[in-house]
């Protein structure tokens, strides 16, 4: 999976308008490691596309993608659920409002720094619409795929509105707005690469570190409890760190749903359950996802299409197929 990812950066940097060859991406991406201080030597114009436009998107999309698999296979194993995923259960939509709040707030007058304020209300939005959806599925001590998927509908028609709202407070500042709701990874910049990258392996470090509990609290939480793992602690832990990375993506290339969905619930339906090899696997294979979705966007289709749009017109049927015989498992 590694290998096919690293083959698919290349490949990925070679395609667009301007066709470079693979061997020079290779050498750009060779001199930008060793010896960055050094000239390259080759046209400052194709070395200026490779490491300034296509490396930094390329390399967003490969931890975006790999985050919202990554928290895609938190949130089932938690919750022992196929169909939870940061876009089902509506975290992704409340960090969404939380980033579109805060271009509502500076259209208001209220001066907040972007780079830093963009994420905070992100997680903030997403921490809350978690704590909504958890709680409006409470009454059902199983917390069944029913119950969690209706409140996520429910919180994510809520939130709609309010961003529609929004909306229409932002007047001129609405066509930002729009790139939160459809997904989007064209304006990704070097500085967002440094914010997403840390974030990813902390993020990646916490749920290795706890992915041996996740799989004894699969047996029960009964049979948990009593090897010594303190199970409502673990979930929160979990829970929060996955707030977080969804938010930081939101906050970079707004709504992206499905990735979170159809990458653990394939793997776990190929190698099994063990979350120690499916933490990994889902985190490259949702960045390689991502990466060739992004790719097709934006080298092989006439015309861009959103990214969000795209995984959506993917992920909807997937969603269907998965809702529709988890229904006959349980009839």
């Known amino acids: 999976m590694l290998l096919l990812l690293l083959s698919s950066i290349i490949v990925s940097a070679t395609m667009g308008f301007m066709q470079i060859p693979a061997t020079t991406v290779m050498q750009l991406i060779i001199h930008a490691l060793c010896c960055s201080d050094k000239e390259t030597g080759f046209d400052p114009v194709v070395t200026a596309v490779v490491m300034d436009i296509r490396l930094p998107r390329i390399l967003a999309a490969v931890l975006v993608g790999g985050m919202l698999a990554l928290c895609g296979t938190i949130f089932q194993a938690i919750l022992l659920n196929p169909l939870a995923d940061p876009y089902t259960l509506g975290i992704s939509s409340g960090a969404a409002f939380g980033a579109s709040l805060v271009i509502v707030l500076q259209v208001v007058g209220l001066v907040l720094p972007t780079t830093f304020s963009v994420p905070i209300f992100a997680f903030l939005g997403s921490l809350g619409t978690l704590f909504t959806v958890l709680a409006l599925a409470s009454e059902d001590r199983r917390l069944s795929s029913t119950s969690l998927i209706l409140s996520g509908v429910i919180v994510a028609a809520i939130l709609s509105a309010a961003i529609g709202f929004l909306k229409f407070i932002a007047d001129e500042q609405v066509g930002i707005i729009i790139f939160w709701l459809m997904g989007s990874l064209s304006g990704i910049s070097r500085q967002n690469i440094l914010v997403l990258l840390p974030v990813a392996l902390l993020g990646t470090t916490v749920c290795l570190f706890y ?90 289709l006439p015309a861009e299409v959103p990214i969000g749009v795209l995984t959506a017109l993917l992920g909807g049927p997937f969603f269907a197929y998965i809702f529709k015989k988890r229904q006959q498992e349980n009839g």
């Open 211 to 300: 992915s041996r509990d996740l799989n004894i609290m699969a047996t029960g939480e009964r049979a948990a409890t009593t090897l010594g793992i303190n199970t409502v602690r673990l979930r929160w832990i979990l829970l929060i760190t996955c707030s977080l990375m969804t938010a930081l993506c939101v906050s970079v290339s707004g709504i992206i749903g499905f990735v979170g969905l159809i990458v653990p619930h394939l793997l776990r339906h190929l190698l099994g359950p063990d979350n120690r090899q499916l933490i990994i696997l889902s985190t490259l294979g949702g960045g390689l996802l991502l990466l060739v979705a992004d790719t097709v966007t934006r080298a092989v």
